[in-house]
């Protein structure tokens, strides 16, 4: 996917993240603090971010609050409508492990146990400072994917097991021959 | 033939193409109505709508040979030893005719049928059996049959056009009861419909416009249930309303100094220097016939109503070739206007209101045959609109949209009716959906109404042309632009309803018999083809009608004839076609990668999408709006017989 | 067809969809300045379209990707048109119906929101469609053509309130408030552009930019000196700066109309204006 782009679309990707705003269950504490980040007084606009409704038009998928039964499904179906390449950014403590609800018998917990997470932002809620050095980092992260210095723990694995089975057609291969 | 009938005149060899067109087809509508049998019926229909076509093809090709203009005079006939003139005949069949109609006013109970019927009766028996014997120049010395391009083009689209919804309709009223009464009306209008096409005579003229209404009534009246009678009740009387205008003209034309009993004696008496003033009136009443005929506001609610009628029927009489007949007369009479503006600019403003006021009414309408009935009534505005401005660029474009409406208009009618056939309904919440059971028709009525708005194609050609005559009387383009926009709304919103797939799935087509699928294709085909091929179609078919009519042909085409140029501007619809052929074909077949389809947006939850269309009956219902458009309807035609009135007490001023 | 308008026409070609872009970019960062923010730098809008090509393809059906590549076909046929100077009329119908494959893209999904977006494109052409056409036949009416090339002198000298009628067409185009009822992003999600994702939506934002360069084009009509290249340019770029600058404030200080409230709005002001003009045309003799 990513060794074939030109320079110009790597460089395109990093100067327009597009995002895709979903609140779990939060309590929108964290959801006020993303959206003061739109405000003039933070302006994420000039990074060229925009927050998009829609799936099919973000790069970035920001969760905020905690996952439960209900919301796993909607959470999987907006993270598969979501083009490559994305990343996913969780703000709050409720998204990275399920904060003071973890133990609660809806909660499954943080956002990771339904969709890989590339950034956790940690805070109660986060500054929107911290949120936007999480949007940041979630770039370089981006970046190294594209730059394919990266990958995700699911790719790797899959990467493995592409490797191991054709490793095995060869031997079978080579057993036939002789 | 040369056996049995002798007839004394200047004849030729165009009796031959001529009877095909017409006598076959009402002799073959005869017989079909006494025969029980259903193949030899449909064999016979077979024979009759070839007839047609053959001679259709065979009289165009005749008269491009003869300068563009043949005159009959056919004076009498001998058959099998008696001789008998055809005025006499046809006087004959026309009172048989009205008393007919008396007779069915009788048995419906609809007094306003009944009046008229007299109304027309009793002055057509005074002219006739009074005055003509004692006035020795009231026949009139002009040949009775004239046919010239402009008849030859109806002759074609009826005989073609009407030969294809014939077709077609075997297969759909397969298995209904009174097939023989239906097949013997459907293929009986053709030959009508020929006939009057080529009349010169207006007593002739009148007595084939009578029976293309006695057609109508029949053929909406065919299932006899309950809305049907009443329906075809109110049809009935609306057009016997206006053949009774028409009857009242024809009487006065005719008792005038220099009596005028012709279409050619018309046009001769209008050209000079004082126009008397009976023939103003007269105009007038003609022109309001002609406004019934072609369902003009305030007419508009029989043709509303006379959707009940088998979809056939629909196409046939009252898209492509009945409600055509008042066109027909708009532009047969079109050279009166250059010495009658006023009469022209009022005719123009009733049919652009007619053209923009349908539109908006068809964006609320649910149903499918209404929606295509409302178009159809704004299309035909927009052609008297046209003919009634009567410069070289309009009639140009009157025409153009005439063979180009009928060909587009009966493709979606018949479409329509397949829709209705395979699934029982003509609501448009029904074809939600529509591509996923039923493909191949969805595709065609897509095409259809692609050809309807989208450029290069006819229609889309005509609404050009009628922008650029607009600017010679500018106060229409208000009606186009409005009427247009209202357009492509309605359509949009109809074919979205039809389109709409949840995902790619495999589309596999529906099996269709062939006589439903034959004419689709065919009408699309040629739909497609003159749009593409409309450079070389206008030069060699409408130019030389519009000479013909009188005037300097306007319209001419360039680059081996891929482009169309008019006096204030050009367009190359070869050019356009291909781009968008392109872009149509080569995204269809590219290969969809399975990986990449995906849910629609529903925020994520998994709950199926339910999806209803819009009406906007709040503000453009016919509740609404009905009271408003009928007034001003109604005020228009009281602008219209004013004018003829007026024109009697101020006389010559006009 | 002489040389030097033939290239000069080209170049624009060329140049046309990075005119719309500019043209974007810069109403995005005035916007912000307006607001008392810092804003995208001016390029952004082309970032956004080679990232959007740059992403996976997602779509729901083949038909939707038939009728988005069916609307840039046709937009950039009329743009090569009107950089070849013809027929004014026929950009109209290409444009028009670029917009009609639009909304059919749109319906062809079975998507709640995409439907009411299709719905509302339909309200909204049902509004702009005959003030556009009203402003060509008032400028085929002065000029007594429809052709560019017969564009004789600056036709705002005598259709200025045309002019003011086309600013109208700009602003429901381009989806300024108070007219951008069809992609209302806090509604209905953008409207008819929901589904398209990645090089589709690319392909749409970059017939938009076409767009917006047929239309800024058109009021450029207005202001031309034919004969007189440099003097054009500097009229037609303050032209533009003016308009777009009213359009961008009014867009800042008004909310979205309702649909009903469109069309009462805008068509009648529209014709109103075209109408006024129109009689003015007729009796300074331009008939």
Known sequence: ?178 | MGAMITMSGDIGITIYPLALTTVIPLLIGLICYLLPNRYIRNVLVGIGVLSAIIGGLWLFFQLSSSGGVITLEIDRISLLGISFSLFELISALDFALLIGFLLIAWERRSYWAGLFALLQLIPLAWYEFMYMPSHADAHGSVAPVYIDYWSGIMCLIISIIGSLIVIYAIKYMEGQRNQNRFFAYMVGFLGAMNAAVFSNNLLWFFFFWEVTTLACYMLIKHEETEEALRNAKWALEVTLGGGTAMAFAIVWLGTMGTPVTSFTELLQASGTNIIPTMLILALAFISLAGLTKSAQVPFQSWLLGAMVAPTPVSALLHSSTMVKLGVYLFIRISPVFQHLPSLGYILAIIGGFSFMVTAILAISQNNAKKVLAYSTIGNLGLIILLAALHTPFSLTAAIVLTVFHAISKALLFLGVGVVQHETHSKEIENMDGLILRKPFITTVLLMGIMTMIIPPFGMFLGKYFAVQAGLEFPLIIFFIAVGSAATVVYYLKWIGRMINMETDAELTPEHMSILFSAPLVVMLSLAVIFSVLVAPVIQSFINPTVEVLGFTAPVSSAFYGTSVITPWGYITPVFIGLFLLAVFLVPLFAHIDRKALTKVYSCGVEYPTVIGGVYFERIMGEEKLNDYVNSLGVGLIAVLIAFGVLAITMSGVI | ?287
């Open chain 3, 1 to 287: 067809m002489d040389f030097w308008p033939a290239f000069i026409g080209f170049i624009f070609l060329l140049l046309a969809p990075f005119i719309g872009m500019l043209v974007i970019g810069l109403d995005r960062k005035i916007t912000a300045r307006m607001q008392n923010r810092i804003g995208p730098p001016v390029l952004q809008p082309l970032y956004d379209v080679i990232k959007l090509f740059g992403k996976e393809d997602k779509i729901v059906n083949r038909g939707q990707v038939v009728f988005a590549y069916a609307f840039f076909v046709m937009v950039v046929l009329a743009t090569s048109l009107f950089c070849l100077r013809s027929d004014l009329l026929v950009i109209f119908f290409l444009l028009n119906a670029g917009a009609i494959f639009m909304v059919m893209g749109a319906y062809s999904t079975r998507s709640a929101f995409s439907t009411i977006g299709a719905n509302r494109e339909l309200l909204q052409m049902l509004a702009y469609e005959p003030i556009f056409l009203l402003v060509i036949f008032s400028i085929g009416y002065a000029v007594k053509s429809f052709t560019i090339d017969a564009i004789y002198e600056p036709l705002i000298l005598k259709l200025p309130l045309a002019l003011v009628a086309m600013v109208i067409v700009l602003m429901i185009k381009m989806q300024k408030s108070p007219f951008d009822i069809s992609t209302a992003h806090t509604e209905i999600i953008s409207g008819t552009m929901v589904e398209y994702s990645g090089t589709y939506l690319g392909l749409l934002k970059l017939t938009h930019w076409y767009e917006l360069f047929l239309i800024l084009g058109t009021m450029a009509l207005f202001v031309i000196i034919p004969g007189n290249f440099v003097l054009s340019i500097i009229a037609m770029l303050v032209l533009i700066a003016v308009v777009y600058g009213i359009v961008m404030l009014i867009d800042n200080i008004t909310t979205r109309l309702t649909w009903d409230a469109l069309l009462k709005v805008a068509l009648p002001l529209g014709i109103g204006l075209i109408t006024a003009n129109l009689i003015y045309v007729w009796y300074i003799g331009g008939a």
């Open chain 1, 1 to 178: 996917m990513a060794e074939a782009d030109g320079a110009l679309t790597k460089i395109s990707r990093l100067k327009s993240p597009w995002i895709l705003h979903y609140d779990c269950s939060s309590c929108n504490g964290c959801d006020i603090e993303i959206l003061a980040c739109l405000t003039p007084y933070y302006d994420i606009e000039r990074f060229g971010i925009l927050n998009k409704g829609n799936p099919k038009h973000a790069d970035v998928l920001m969760v905020t609050g905690s996952v439960n039964h209900r919301n796993k499904v909607v959470l999987k179906n907006l993270y598969d409508q979501i083009p490559d390449p994305k990343v996913v950014i969780v703000v709050g403590a409720c998204g990275s492990t399920g904060g003071v609800f973890h133990n609660c018998y809806n909660v499954l917990g943080g956002v990771d146990k339904v969709i890989p997470v590339d950034v956790y932002v940690p805070g109660c809620p986060p500054k929107p400072e911290a949120i936007i050095d999480g949007v940041v980092k979630a770039l370089e992260k981006l970046k190294a994917l594209q730059d394919g210095t990266w990958k995700r723990e699911k790719e790797k694995e899959k990467e493995k097991t592409e490797k191991d089975e054709a490793k095995e057609e060869t031997e079978e291969a080579k057993k036939e021959e002789e």
